[in-house]
């Protein structure tokens, strides 16, 4: 058994997959997007996970102007790595889902390991007025929508914005196919350690939120990988917490946020990320373990260094 490194905490701030009309808090405009990231950081998340949406609609915008807005602000309100997805929305082709990474060149940007049923038409059963008019269609469509992530476009990413421009990845793994994904492209030379996983539970089409999964996962990627990553777990919704606290106890790190719950317990809405921040923090500290500084995640990871940013 390794000894316990400090909890890296990722705080994923607004995402692509909630709508306006699923809470107030869920941040929308630049201005509320860098203050949900910065006030992230103060509570003690390292690395911050952003999306853009469209200061209007609130709907996912992969526009590098818009997360241009948010990107510098960020940077000068506090010493966290950022990490620009490039999940971007459901529907986006993969050039869209790059432009903000590619004009950005972030420390890190996220990168999905495969293809999957991206199922969350289920939400879109609990409301009945709307916001906006994009909202229900866009829950609704992923009853007959596949996520691509093909062998092409993951190696597409790794050229572009890894080789091309110094960004390592959060590597976001739903299934355990997933990880044999990136064991091919490790083998291929394409990535090199120290890779940062990220297991995902609890999305329909993915794996799905049941404990043993992650125990598996977690195995397999022993198995595959040695000593030569780091790892994190994300859960969505009420998995959030319980499954947090289980990676943490395993020795890995976690990721909370808005983008991946909108409540901070049952039956509340989180009034911010760094309520979510702040209560996972907690936990890692009554376990007896500390939560990493930037800096600490910026040399396990490898990464470059804001320094080197453009932004």
């Known amino acids: 058994m390794s000894e316990q490194k400090n909890v890296i905490i990722t705080c994923a701030v607004t995402g692509g997959i909630h709508t306006p009309t699923m809470s107030p808090y869920l941040p929308i405009t630049p201005r509320q997007i860098s203050q949900a990231?910065?006030?992230?950081a103060e509570a003690g998340a390292s690395i911050i996970h952003l999306h853009a949406r469209d200061p209007e609609t609130g709907r996912p915008d992969p526009r590098p102007e818009t997360f241009m807005q948010f990107l510098p602000v960020i940077k000068d309100g506090c010493d966290a790595v950022v990490n620009v997805s490039t999940g971007g929305g459901l529907g986006m082709t993969i050039d869209e889902r790059l432009a903000a990474a590619l004009t950005a060149s972030p420390e890190m940007a996220s990168l999905n390991m495969g293809s999957l049923n991206f199922g969350i038409f289920p939400m879109a059963q609990k409301y009945q007025d709307w916001k906006f008019d994009w909202e229900e269609p866009f829950l609704e469509v992923t009853r007959d929508f596949i996520f691509p992530n093909t062998f092409k476009t993951i190696d597409y990413a790794?050229?572009?914005l890894g080789e091309g421009h110094g960004t390592r990845f959060e590597f976001e793994c739903y299934d355990l196919g997933h990880l044999y994904?990136?064991?091919y492209f490790v083998d291929q030379g394409l990535i090199k350690p120290p890779f940062f996983i990220q297991l995902i539970y609890g999305i329909l089409g993915g794996a799905g939120a049941d404990p043993d999964n992650l125990m598996h996962m977690h195995t397999i990627a022993q198995k595959l990988f040695g000593e030569d990553y780091e790892w994190s777990v994300l859960a969505a919704g009420r998995?959030?917490?319980?499954?947090?606290t289980q990676a943490a106890m395993l020795g890995g790190n976690v990721r909370v946020g808005l983008e991946d719950s909108l409540y901070i317990s049952k039956g509340e809405l989180a009034e911010s990320n760094a309520q979510q921040v702040s209560k996972i923090r907690g936990v890692v500290e009554s376990l007896g373990m500390q939560v990493a500084t930037p800096d600490e995640a910026r040399k396990r990871l490898a990464l470059k260094g804001a320094s080197h940013v453009n932004f």
Do not use: S
Not at 37 to 40: E, P, V, Y
Not at 239 to 244: D, E
């Open 181 to 183: 994904n990136l064991a």
């Open 158 to 160: 790794l050229q572009e």
């Open 239 to 244: 998995h959030q917490m319980p499954f947090a």
């Open 37 to 40: 990231a910065i006030d992230a």
